[in-house]
């Protein structure tokens, strides 16, 4: 028996470069990318078309990339809104990965956009080991999955900068107190940041705008 | 279950690398930070089922877990991460922030995921 050493290259290394050329690739092109995780129905897709309008008020232009395993809800709920959109099926795969982003990235006008949303698979676990190469991360989680959601995936929360506490208006309906939500990840996160949102009835979204710098200049970023 | 999706990365990134080397393999040892979301049994069961077919097929995936380790931003700390042991979770969870200070870090180590070694079974160790 005999052992061959490796010089320990990560095994994710290739998605890793894929992720940093997407990353380049976007900076060059002055496009910002803010991805967005969180389970199914935690609100993603209303938070994004909200951040949507206010973006889209100071004259900037969004593309979205909306993946989902299978149909084009949310892609259609995007184009609604008037911008570029790009619909990507994931067929029963669990996260989107790098590759997949950079094709999306391909059907996206990225000359004329100033921002682009990455809304990933419904699913709070496996997206967190495969990056993008964004900029910005947000984790949205809504008060329905309950005040102990945080404590059930602590190393995910201790290891993410923004995250949303959506859907606060059904707090009282499901007895969960987001405030415990908050302090979770302030314990496990002390550099973290959390925003309260009820994105459906626009309560905290200047909050989480203003939190991404999405309104404080005249240029973008 | 992206634990599929990371060992079919490994196993596609590890077969050519063993080409100049003959024999059987019988292990593969797996280097994972401890700030990686992977489960090590997925990740077993899937080597397992993602090998099968290859030169990878009878070995084992052995893993060695790294501790998270942080510099402070702030003052001189470099060391292992702090951790929060809350009997709730059952584990210790690594904090990003510095242990002395609580300052923001950076991460130094527990976000590897590499092979370390692979183990392998020729005809000349047999006979030795």
Partial sequence: MHDVRFSGEEILARQLKLA??????LKEKNVRAISVLGAIGSGKTTLIERLIARVSARGLSTGTIAADSAGDDDHTRFLACNVASVNVNTQDECHLDAATVARALDD?????????????????????????????EIV??????????????PKIFAQTDLVVVNKIDLAGAVGVDPQRIVSDYARLNPH?????TDALHERGIDELARTLELECTNTPW | MHE????????????????EHAGEVTAVFLKKGDLRILSERALKNAFEIVAQGTRLERATLEIESIPARVACQSCSYEGPAGTLDDDGFHFAVPILACPECG??????????????????????????
């Fill in chain 1, 20 to 25: 940093d050329t997407n990353y380049r690739r």
């Fill in chain 1, 108 to 136: 996206l006008p990225l000359d004329t956009l100033d921002l682009v949303f990455i809304e990933n698979v419904g699913n709070l676990i496996c997206p967190a080991d495969f990056p993008l190469g964004t900029n910005t």
């Fill in chain 1, 140 to 153: 949205i989680i809504s008060v329905t999955e309950g005040d102990d959601m945080v404590r059930k995936h």
């Fill in chain 1, 192 to 196: 973290g940041t959390a925003v309260l």
């Fill in chain 2, 4 to 19: 599929y999706s990371v060992v079919a990365e490994l196993v596609e990134a590890l077969l050519p690398q063993l080409e």
């Fill in chain 2, 103 to 128: 300052s923001r870090v950076e991460i130094r180590a527990g976000r590897e995921l590499s092979v370390d070694r692979v183990s392998l079974q020729t005809a000349v160790d047999e006979g030795a």
